[in-house]
């Protein structure tokens, strides 16, 4: 029996039990898009798009898209580099 995994969107959207229409409407994209995604149709979605997803959920991006590129989110302070020679 092969296992399926779960698209972190879809696991993070389900633990905050949030539907797939509340977070379109607060990330402002389609949910047909937010399905496609979700059962691995969809696989060019954009950065913006991806930002505005993480967001809405409350999320760092890289914990829902392995591969962004720029994850900086608006209103979000990044961290200093804390290390010293």
């Known amino acids: 029996?092969?296992?399926?995994?779960?698209?972190?969107?879809?696991?993070?959207?389900?633990?905050?039990?949030?539907?797939?229409k509340t977070l379109a409407n607060s990330a402002g994209v389609d949910?047909?898009?937010?399905?496609?995604?979700?059962?691995?149709?969809?696989l060019n979605l954009?950065?913006?798009k991806k930002l505005k997803?993480?967001?809405a959920l409350g999320e760092d991006p890289k914990n829902i898209f392995p591969v962004v590129i720029n994850s900086?989110?608006?209103g979000r302070k990044e961290r200093a580099n804390a290390s010293t020679c």
């Open 46 to 48: 954009s950065q913006e």
């Open 72 to 74: 900086k989110i608006p």
């Open 53 to 55: 997803l993480a967001q």
């Open 31 to 42: 949910q047909s898009q937010i399905s496609l995604l979700e059962t691995g149709q969809l």
């Open 1 to 20: 029996m092969m296992r399926q995994s779960i698209h972190p969107l879809r696991l993070k959207r389900f633990l905050k039990g949030v539907t797939q």
